[in-house]
T-cell receptor, first 113, second 113 residues
């Protein structure tokens, strides 16, 4: 499978715990994006990378959120001190160029109890 | 903020009928993309249409773009039960400085067998 992969697919955690998600983009894509989707809504942009550089962050990305893309390959999204409001589907996407199609992974569904 | 808005919010049809979904947006774009999402899953890319294109086809899908009216439509012909999903339009952020996609809330399509 050469698509975007995300792990884990589901994560249940208790409030206050830290969680980390991983995204592996399509191999030749240098752009990687993170989005968050809550029930009944469309995805909302969080941040994106061009190679290893994080070029844009949304206001949604509070200081409890951090994303990295070491070596410009896979990316991780960490949420510290999780809150119930962080419960959502976290989606990763990658693309080859600036205005090219963004291909999405299956998402990681986070539930904070 | 949401750039695109899909209409209707929900649509229920019989198998074999055509389904039309509309998307309106507020400001100029470089391209518009349509995605499908099955319940609780990731987004599947359907079609990308650029601002200088008026119509594109892919199998049973037909997308139109009217930049003067800032609107797009997605037509699914000869619908099947497997087309049951939520459909989202997504536009790039106007102004050229961002690569994020801005999604609407989606149209939930139900195709009854």
């Amino acid at each position: 499978d050469t698509g975007v992969s995300q792990n884990p697919r589901h994560k249940i955690t208790k409030r206050g715990q830290n969680v980390t998600f991983r995204c592996d983009p399509i191999s030749e894509h240098n752009r990687l994006y993170w989005y968050r989707q809550t029930l009944g809504q469309g995805p909302e942009f969080l941040t994106y990378f061009q190679n290893e550089a994080q070029l844009e962050k949304s206001r949604l990305l509070s200081d409890r959120f951090s994303a990295e893309r070491p070596k410009g390959s896979f990316s991780t999204l960490e949420i510290q001190r999780t809150e119930q409001g962080d419960s959502a589907m976290y989606l990763c996407a990658s693309s080859r160029g600036r205005t090219d199609t963004q291909y999405f992974g299956p998402g990681t569904r986070l539930t904070v109890l | 903020s949401q750039q695109g808005e899909e209409d209707p919010q929900a649509l229920s049809i019989q198998e074999g009928e055509n389904a039309t979904m509309n998307c309106s947006y507020k400001t100029s774009i470089n391209n518009l993309q349509w995605y499908r999402q099955n319940s609780g899953r990731g987004l599947v890319h359907l079609i990308l249409i650029r601002s200088n294109e008026r119509e594109k086809h892919s199998g049973r899908l037909r997308v139109t773009l009217d930049t003067s009216k800032k609107s797009s439509s997605l037509l699914i012909t000869a619908s099947r039960a497997a087309d049951t999903a939520s459909y989202f339009c997504a536009t790039d952020e106007p102004g050229g400085g961002s690569e994020k996609l801005v999604f609407g809330k989606g149209t939930k399509l139900t195709v009854n067998p």
